[in-house]
């Protein structure tokens, strides 16, 4: 195994525990809302304004991903509509967000819109050309375009990028069983 390949490896165990941790930062929010509320009762101002600060600071500093989180939620709902205007706001204000630039492409591969999607993905990968969650979901769409040679093609780069990835050999030996 090399440095590349052990660091991608460890970046996706810190992302997982991240993800994990999530609810921790929605108990501290409404932690701070609710010392708010019995602030504003007892009428400690001091208290209060340090709460309501505090609390628009993280979500402005979150305020991207509570978008793409909306923006999910809609697509389930399949109000795409909707979705898109939370991708698209945050891509007018930042055009390389690849949060937001994957969300969209899903968004439009939901949709059965597989060449916008496809066009989103591109967008993305110029971007960055190495993200594996936009080849990822680029060989899914291409699969479902019936594109078997250039998904391979993109397997093949991903697998070249961080050689043990058992979801991708998968998806591989899928598309090889259809050609």
Excluded at 81 to 88: I, R, S
Excluded at 109 to 115: A, D, G, I, S
Excluded at 150 to 157: V, Y
Aim: proline share 2%.
């Amino acid at each position: 195994m090399n440095i590349k390949t052990l660091y991608h490896e460890s970046y996706k165990r810190g992302r997982k525990k991240a993800k994990m941790w999530q609810w921790y930062d929605n108990l501290f929010l409404g932690a701070l809302i609710i010392i708010f509320l019995i602030s504003l009762i007892i009428n400690d101002w001091n208290v209060a304004f340090l709460s309501i600060v505090l609390t628009l600071i993280i979500l402005l500093n979150y305020w991207k991903m509570i978008l793409i989180k909306i923006a999910e939620n809609n697509c389930k709902k399949e109000n795409y509509d909707n979705a898109h205007k939370y991708t698209n706001y945050i891509l007018k204000k930042d055009k390389n967000n690849l949060s937001a630039i994957i969300k969209e492409a899903e968004i439009y591969k939901k949709q059965e819109k597989f060449q916008e999607a496809l066009n989103t993905c591109n967008k993305g990968l110029k971007v960055n050309p190495n993200n594996l969650e936009i080849l990822t979901l680029k060989v899914k769409i291409l699969n479902e375009m019936k594109d078997y040679a250039k998904s391979l093609n993109i397997c093949e780069i991903i697998l070249n990028i961080n050689p043990y990835n058992p979801k991708i050999e998968e998806i591989k030996n899928l598309i090889k069983s259809k050609t």
